[in-house]
């Protein structure tokens, strides 16, 4: 099974602030690969998927990328309801379908 | 609005059993694979199963191959999970959700979540 890493574990960041989460995937899983985020006693929200392409309704201050089996999503100025935790999940090799560990940003 | 709402979840013995709903609305159920994902207390996301449109492809995490069964009425507009030899670690919520994509596979729809909860 593919393996996903996530970094870091947790973040303490500002409004304001640029932010950067790595994904990294232990094989090559070409742009298979989405980002959520979740708030504390809800459900997840799909971010970006397919690395780089926005959700609809999403803010466009979020954005993805790719670099190999690294992947990274971006949040350009923090705001006040982001403080969240954010998964990745690769679909290349499936089943099963593989979620990162999170990353809480606070 | 398109919308999932899950229940079914409860208190359960271990080696016991429940069965969990899903009942969607406001899209087209029949057009779309759909998925389990569960979260045990305080952890991540564990994808749990998923089924094809019409039911014919269903595939499972390991951990529960032989003791969940997906399945889904599609003229119900509902997605369900047998869930048997239920042990201590399968507690968590489980949710419900869409999956789209031909590659990326997302899910882009999800309920609020049921809760189950193993206990001796």
């Known amino acids: 099974d593919i393996q996903m890493t996530q970094s870091p574990p947790s973040l303490a960041a500002s409004v304001g602030d640029r932010v950067t989460i790595t994904c990294r995937a232990s094989q090559s899983i070409s742009t298979s690969l989405n980002w959520y985020q979740q708030k504390p006693g809800k459900a997840p929200k799909l971010l970006i998927y397919?690395?780089?392409s926005l959700q609809s309704g999403v803010p466009s201050r979020f954005s993805g990328s790719r670099s190999g089996t690294d992947f990274t999503l971006t949040i350009s100025s923090l705001q006040p309801e982001d403080f969240a935790t954010y998964y990745c999940q690769q679909s290349y090799s499936t089943p099963p379908l593989t979620f990162g560990p999170g990353t809480k940003v606070h | 609005e398109e919308q999932l709402v899950e229940s079914g979840g409860g208190l359960v013995q271990t080696g016991g059993s429940l069965r969990l709903s899903c009942v969607a609305s406001g899209f087209t159920f029949s057009s779309y694979w759909m998925t389990w994902v569960r979260q045990a207390p305080g952890k991540g996301l564990e994808w749990v199963a998923n089924?094809?449109?019409?039911?014919?492809?269903?595939y499972y995490v390991d951990s529960v191959k032989g003791r969940f069964t997906i399945s889904r009425d599609n003229p119900k507009n509902s997605l369900y999970l047998q869930m048997s030899s239920l042990r201590a670690e399968d507690s968590a919520v489980y949710y419900c959700?869409?999956?789209?994509?031909?590659?990326?596979?997302?899910?882009?729809?999800w309920g609020q979540g049921t809760t189950v909860t193993v206990s001796s």
């Open positions: 397919a690395a780089s």
């Open positions: 089924i094809k449109q019409g039911g014919s492809e269903k």
């Open positions: 959700a869409r999956q789209v994509g031909t590659y990326y596979y997302a899910m882009d729809v």
